[in-house]
């Protein structure tokens, strides 16, 4: 925020983790913001969960369903698909962004539309759909609070669930205030709640097209779910003459009655509460009551690929409740931004690189602590260590074949130390040389704060505790000697 | 349009399609449901309960009996201070007080439904577990929009309407619905600083009137 250069959000162009983190290290009122946010919504949703004595029953519940339509996802897709088209919806299918891109686009123009009114959707943000619709001349509103701090702001967006955690209120006053022509206009979050609804209430009047996201499609009845909490949503799905909802081919489950599962894992998980204001549910288009055209469009956009592998497949389960982000202890010392995605925290880890098939975003993996914590608040079950570690070995054999490799000091130094483990004289030898050189840098505290060249890679970030006097192993043999 | 087919073809060959949910067992049995299904409380302490739950998330809860439900509504809608509302297009007269503008739906225009100060419906179930009101846009329950545009919601709840858990209500659903509104209290945000605030887009206010059985113990 304060820094005024733009955060980017595009895995092939953004800066590697470490790179793209220090400036949000520096930002402390950044970092206020996301650790208040978080704080919040994790002590909300500690104490609901509590409430569920089944709560581990549910998880189990909600990951199996998730892997039950994962398994046959084929196979339920044209189930969704032949129920949804039933129903008078139109199903579109997009192997990757530029497809639906120009599947939406497309709709758009037929229905001449230079209006859209949107629900918030993290998939249309991966295929960076505004730009793309600004750029064919329809203007795009977004509807949900957050994103409307975001749009006017010229901000982006730093959690999946609350995208704009990272501003405060004085910062969403001097946007309204300013885009709006609000000059009275306080930071009393009632005050900038309404302004934004006075600010959007025309426009679902008016507008007659609209673009959403979804959180579940139902195979069964060819029925999509939402779930939001302001009614923005529910103006969308109801009042335009046209709707378009974008999904990635992993939303859907297969029967109506799994909701009794995901609804109680969902809304507790993301916003710590029992049940969110509204979900809508819709099967294709009913007669008298909301849009008169309907169109889904199925967007793969590297999940197939993901889907291969069955530990990674794990990835494809998430419902997108922002939980192991909130939890995360990298998380709530970076924001979202150093992850170079909209998609941040832990799941944005694992889920950014493979949906690029590894060829970005390879920094993200090791942006973890491995913890664990992520995985034990996940709803459906992610292991996310478990596919972090793989994403590792898989960064790290990519760049095994690499000429550059065999001169890049880190792998030099690594080549050295296995070379010195290898052999117990070597080992000793070495450590022997380097407690005397550290010694040099090692302060009255018995700790390392800077070192020179390579070293410096690591003092940049964390203190080195300085080697002791007398290594254990000599201490060992003069205890051994002492006894005798 | 070719390019679309292309792409289905080639997303379920990806896929491998038709790879095991068709022909083989119901793969819905493989689900482990170890999870609460059927509630454990009485009808009185499942209707408090539900009472519990709306008041938690900002809604005004008031009771009667089923004599008493026609004042209740009056009692209610005077208290308001409202005058216009809209209605879906089968409730029960005797809801319908006198000395009030009443629209009743059908396909009034969006413009004639905002224009409405609040509305009445009835609804299809409520949840105690997470206090939420169901509904399936039935004839009695209204269209979507007429329970979205107008800033007051005064809703009837029956108590044998109530169940205990989510699951409950799942199986009362003996046709599954085309079209679903899960309502857990008022609009709201949380948008800046988690800030909980009442009423963004839907109705400000959401009052819901819980019917009591008339006999002690009665089930639906």
Known sequence: MSHGQQPILDPVLA???????????????????????????????????AEKPDWQALRSAAARIKDEALENLGAYLEQFEEQCTARGGVVHWAADAAEARAIILGIL?????????????????????????DAAGVKVFETDLAEIILQLGELEPSHIV???LHVNRSQVREIFARTMGLSDLTDDPHALTAAARHYLRRKFLEVPTAISGANFLIAETGAVAIVESEGNGRMCLTLPRTLITLAGIEKVVPRYSDLEVMLQVLARSATGERMNPYTSLWTGVTPGDGPTRFHVVLLDNGRSAIRLSERERQTLRCIRCGACMNACPVYRQTGGHAYGSIYPGPIGAILTPQLTGLKHAQSLPFASSLCGVCYEVCPVKINIPEILIDLRAQVTDQERGKAARFFDPMYLGMRVANLLFSRAWLFHAAQWKARIVLRIFTRKDGWIHSLPGIGAKWTQTRDLRGLPKQPFHSWWKQRKQASR | MSAMVAARAAIL??????????????????????????????????????????????????????????????????????????????????????????????????????????????????????????????????????????????????ASQIVETLPEYFDRCIQIPALVTWISGPSATADIEMTRIKGVHGPRFLNVIVVKEQGPGTRD
């Not at chain 1, 918030?120 to 295929?127: D, G, L, P, R, Y």
């Not at chain 2, 509630?39 to 900002?58: F, H, N, Q, T, W």
């Open chain 1, 109 to 133: 123009r037929e229905e001449n539309a230079s209006e859209v009114i949107k629900i918030k959707t993290m998939t249309s943000a991966e295929i960076q759909l505004n730009p793309h619709l």
């Open chain 1, 15 to 49: 800066p590697p983790f470490p790179q793209a983190a220090l400036p949000m290290l520096r930002d402390s009122q950044l970092r206020k913001n996301v650790a208040h946010a978080t704080d919040v919504i994790q002590a909300k949703r500690a104490r609901l969960v």
């Open chain 2, 13 to 158: 060959k990806k896929l491998g399609a038709g790879t095991g949910v068709s022909g083989g067992a119901a793969p819905s049995e493989l689900i482990p449901r170890d999870y609460i299904r059927r509630g454990s409380l009485d009808p009185d302490a499942r209707v408090a309960k539900m009472i519990e739950r709306l008041r938690e998330y900002d809604a005004e809860v008031t009771e009667c009996t089923p004599d008493g439900l026609a004042a209740e509504i009056a009692a209610q809608l005077a208290r308001s201070g409202r005058k216009t509302f809209v209605v879906p297009s089968r409730l029960p007269p005797e809801w319908l007080a006198a000395g009030y503008n009443w629209k009743i739906d059908g396909d009034l225009a969006t413009e004639e439904v905002e224009s409405c100060d609040g509305v009445l419906t009835g609804c299809f179930c409520g949840v105690a577990d997470s206090g939420t009101i169901v509904l399936h846009h039935s004839a009695a329950q209204g269209r979507r929009l007429i329970s979205l545009l107008p800033d007051w919601h005064l809703c009837v709840l029956r």
């Open chain 1, 162 to 164: 609350a995208p704009a």
